[in-house]
């Protein structure tokens, strides 16, 4: 353990699993039995039907990245109890995540199913494909994806549902409605000091929502 101070509090910092395991103890039998190295009949049965996915990704110097991933339920295919294969749609071309597994093609992927407070952890090394058979049969609306990802899944585990009972994130309680934020733009002219009129950037972005899914 190390003694570090932040600001003018004094932390105690762990630098060792022995220190973790000292505080945390060992994980019940389950826990620590779960996690499986395919994906069998319920790893496939949650996939297939969650619409949202978070990407995990790091760079060649361990900078990490994390990325989400949406569309209709089965968008992430199951090719095989090994392989998964992610559509890349439209973004914002930064391209984080597919620039960081060219250097490090290790990935994680947290599936979620809307009313579902279970979750599925997924992880494995990826390719990114550019050309393939696989690409076109993702098409939406005749517009072919640019990219996916084909993984080979390493390790898979049913998360239990703690942390999202906890933050009850599908009930209404802390569901906000639009006026309660201020808008992308609104913020984007604030955080880069934009000259570019609020409702205009506003437009632009509600724009690219309605004809830039795909």
Not at 10 to 33: F, K, M, N, Q, T
Not at 138 to 148: D, L, Q
Not at 172 to 180: A, F, T, V
Request: charged content about 30%; glycine content about 6%.
């Amino acid at each position: 353990m190390k003694t570090e101070t932040y600001g003018e509090r004094v932390i105690e910092v762990a630098d060792s699993e022995i220190e973790l395991r000292a505080l945390y103890g060992p994980p019940s039998e389950i826990a620590a039995r779960k996690c499986l190295h395919r994906l069998d009949e319920h790893c496939r049965y949650f996939i297939e039907r969650s619409p949202f996915l978070c990407l995990s990704s790091a760079a060649a110097d361990g900078s990490a990245d994390i990325s989400p991933r949406g569309d209709a339920p089965g968008f992430v295919r199951v090719l095989d109890d090994q392989t998964l294969f992610v559509p890349d749609r439209l973004g914002n071309n930064r391209i984080d995540s597919l620039r960081n597994l060219i250097d490090n093609p290790h990935v994680g992927l947290l599936f979620l199913i809307p009313g579902i407070d279970e979750t599925m952890r997924v992880s494995g090394v990826a390719r990114v494909v550019l050309r393939s058979e696989l690409l076109d049969e993702c098409a939406v609306g005749g517009k072919t994806p640019r990219s996916g990802l084909l993984i080979e899944v390493r390790e898979a585990f049913l998360h239990c549902a703690k942390a999202l009972r906890r933050s009850k994130l599908w009930a209404e309680d802390y569901r906000l409605m639009p006026d309660q934020m201020p808008t992308l733009g609104q913020m984007l002219v604030d955080q880069l000091c934009l000259t570019t009129p609020v409702g205009e950037l506003n437009e632009m972005i509600d724009k690219a929502y309605r004809e830039k899914l795909y």
